[in-house]
């Protein structure tokens, strides 16, 4: 299957820094990358879907201003958690959307694991 | 209400038995249903992959079930492992803008 990393695998970091995130989709090319989070025992919930090339599009109550995301190539895409505060102390999980005919499946990054001190 | 419910919420076996998870669905209309296997601390990885035609698809010891008239779906492992421990998420697929609808999941637990 398609191969989709995330760096770091996890950051520890004090209240009010800024924290990016990154995720590379290793051997295929996707225009559409995803970012989600997830408490623990929680279901994934989807922050923003990243467009290569244009601006990300933010799920309901998701500060964009907070959560920049920048899809900056076909192979690329970053979440910078800006001003972190504790209560942003999550697990980010990107995954990347691979065309494959007329199917369309998502793979999931490994995940990263932020804590806000 | 979550428009994909899954149960039992945690599940313990022993290990080399069988097991069954249920997932009953709300989201119409849909493309597909999927079972993911998420490790701790890990990404989920993708176990079957259904269209709404296909009424089973198997991967190894795993065997998913969709019944789209009712809504549901199952998901079968069989002579469990102690690796099997992990938490098993279904998510349903929107039609059209091919939305991911996550559900709670459940957390299966394998002893020896």
């Known amino acids: 299957g398609a191969v989709v990393s995330q760096h770091p695998s996890w950051v520890i970091c004090k209240s009010g820094t800024s924290v990016k995130i990154e995720c590379r989709s290793l051997?295929?090319?996707?225009?559409?990358m995803f970012w989600y989070r997830q408490f623990p025992k929680q279901s994934l919930m989807l922050m923003a879907t990243?467009?290569?090339?244009?601006?990300?599009?933010?799920e309901q109550g998701v500060e964009k201003d907070k959560f920049l995301i920048n899809h900056a190539s076909l192979t690329l895409s970053t979440l910078t958690v800006t001003s972190a505060h504790p209560e942003d102390s999550s697990f980010y999980i990107c995954?990347?959307?691979?065309?494959?005919?007329?199917?369309?499946?998502?793979?999931f990054g490994p995940g990263t694991r932020l804590l806000v001190l | 209400k979550n428009q994909v419910e899954q149960s039992p919420q945690s599940l313990i076996i022993l290990e080399g038995k069988n097991c069954t998870l249920q997932?009953?669905?709300?989201?119409?209309?849909?493309?597909?249903l999927r079972w993911y296997k998420q490790d701790t601390g890990r990404g989920p990885v993708s176990l079957t992959i259904?269209?709404?035609?296909?009424n089973t698809k198997s991967n190894g010891r795993y065997t998913a079930t969709l019944d789209a008239d009712t809504k549901q779906s199952s998901l079968h492992i069989t002579a469990s492992q102690l690796s099997d421990s992990a938490s098993y998420i279904c998510v349903v697929v929107y039609f059209g803008n091919e939305k991911l609808t996550f559900g709670t999941g459940t957390r299966l637990t394998i002893i020896p």
């Open positions: 051997d295929f090319q996707a225009t559409t």
């Open positions: 259904m269209t709404f035609s296909e």
């Open positions: 995954s990347a959307r691979k065309l494959q005919g007329l199917r369309e499946t998502q793979y």
């Open positions: 997932c009953n669905y709300t989201v119409s209309p849909f493309s597909n």
């Open positions: 990243s467009n290569e090339g244009s601006k990300a599009t933010y």
